[in-house]
């Protein structure tokens, strides 16, 4: 093992005195392009070798060794952490790599004699560095879907094929297909050979459903995923119960579309619906009927510098996700969930552990839920049950958490609610709004609430004289 690993330094040290003699702002144009496929070429060969390891280390980390399994002897879940903490790679990044060393690493039967790997084609390609990881990954991950549906010389042809476009030694393939090139004729390969596959659609759709979180980019984190079709029609029929008043308009009054003009929604589409799948996640999170962690309710933690949060600058930190959360994400959290202080020492010992403190409580929630029926927002048609509770007046000024000091707002209009220019207030006891200056340059207050008990007797103090019925 010492003779492989010195010999791997020295290659090393001799490609980088290869690289320090021409850097690439030195090279002509031709030059460069060579150069750059010369060095993709010697990629090649360290990627085969990559996975074969990352196959390996899996192999030896399988689940039924138990106790035994070398990525637990190592203090690992699992042999993707493992190599991440060896290699210091991503965890995409190893995955891709156990996927690929698994797949074409050489097997034993039950009695222990050889077999060929799970794609030959693919292993034999690597090992003479005419496949790169990410063609041979692709490959390997379209074929696989349809491996128990396909038939196996079929299915060895077109691995054979793939290989060939791959690495461009096929007829009527006088270069490389790049990967994105490759990743194409794998999903038509894979089409032609699951065509007639014996599994009804109920049962493939069953298969490949699911729901992915990607990458974050631009302060954003992607999703992408199948549904099966009840569940896509469930979530429609919840985003049109809350987007459709707003999509039209051709079977509206003149009032009506009065009302919305007034309203002035801004948002698109694809943002309520985002807006409505916040709501959708806060009601199922609160609703008590989910799996807990640790003892407690699934609780996303959020954590942020007290001087931060006080400066105004800076950005806090949620668990499981990478991105950093704005300032004005953690005051919406901190408003809407609590906070709980913990002090640090300058070594990182916690030296106080304070109580959580304002969370509003199911008995408070219910009964500012009567009070104000839903969001407080004129024209916001989010029930109560979706709401979040806002502290009208914030805990850094004095503000309990008291239903004299709670309302009930959905999660845009909360998240938005120091931006948008709607003001809030308490008179008595009971929420007032104020619209934006463009909406009302008067920045007139008025009562807010959708609840039918409220606005029955809103409307008997404003015209005593009508006959009102005695419901006591």
């Not at 491996?147 to 476009?165: C, G, K, S, W």
């Not at 989010?382 to 009930?408: F, K, M, Q, S």
Request: net charge negative; with cysteine.
């Amino acid at each position: 093992m010492a003779g492989i690993r010195e010999a791997l330094d020295e290659i090393g040290a001799q490609l980088a005195a290869v690289f320090a003699v021409d850097t690439p702002q030195r090279l002509d144009d031709e030059e460069l392009l060579l150069v750059a496929g010369a060095c993709e070429a010697f990629g090649r060969v360290v990627d085969a070798h990559r996975a074969a390891l990352a196959g390996e280390v899996a192999e030896r980390s399988r689940v039924e060794l138990g106790g035994e399994r070398l990525s637990a002897r190592k203090g690992c879940r699992s042999p993707v952490e493992l190599l991440e903490r060896v290699t210091q790679v991503s965890g995409s990044e190893a995955r891709r790599r156990v996927t690929v060393g698994a797949a074409t690493r050489p097997r034993a039967g039950f009695t222990g004699e050889p077999l060929a790997p799970e794609h030959p084609h693919v292993a034999a390609a690597l090992t003479a560095g005419g496949l790169g990881l990410d063609a041979a990954h692709t490959i390997i991950r379209e074929l696989g879907r349809t491996r128990t549906v396909a038939d196996p010389a079929h299915l060895d042809t077109a691995e054979r094929a793939l290989v060939e476009q791959a690495a461009g030694t096929g007829d009527g393939a006088p270069v490389r297909a790049s990967a994105d090139e490759l990743a194409v004729q794998a999903r038509a390969w894979a089409g032609f050979l699951d065509q007639d596959g014996p599994e009804p659609d109920d049962e493939r759709a069953m298969r490949r459903r699911g729901l992915r979180l990607g990458r974050a980019r631009d302060g954003l984190i992607g999703l992408s995923g199948e549904l099966l079709p009840e569940i896509a029609a469930k979530l429609q029929r919840l985003l049109d119960a809350h987007l459709s008043p707003r999509s039209g308009g051709g079977f509206l009054t003149e009032a009506e579309r009065a009302d919305l003009a007034v309203q002035a929604e801004t948002r698109t589409t694809d943002q309520q619906r985002h807006d409505v799948l916040a709501a959708i996640i806060d009601t199922a999170a609160r609703s008590g009927e989910h799996p807990s962690i640790g003892g407690a309710a699934p609780t996303v933690l959020v954590s942020v510098r007290d001087a931060d949060l006080e400066a105004g600058r800076g950005a806090a930190h949620a668990d499981g996700i990478s991105l950093p959360v704005s300032l004005r994400a953690a005051r919406h959290m901190i408003c809407t969930g609590g906070i709980q202080i913990i002090t640090l020492n300058d070594a990182g010992r916690i030296t106080r552990l304070g109580s959580p403190e304002r969370c509003f409580t199911p008995h408070q929630r219910r009964a500012i839920t009567l009070r104000d029926g839903g969001c407080l927002i004129p024209g916001c048609t989010v029930p109560a049950a979706w709401c979040e509770i806002h502290h009208v007046t914030p805990d850094n000024r004095g503000g309990p958490t008291h239903t004299d000091n709670g309302v009930l707002l959905c999660w845009y209009h909360h998240r938005t609610i120091d931006t948008s220019g709607w003001g809030i207030r308490m008179h008595h006891g009971a929420p007032q709004i104020r619209p934006p200056t463009w909406l009302d340059p008067h920045g007139t207050w008025c009562t807010a609430t959708t609840s039918p008990t409220r606005l029955a007797n809103l409307l008997e103090s404003e015209w005593p004289e009508l006959p009102w019925e005695d419901t006591a």
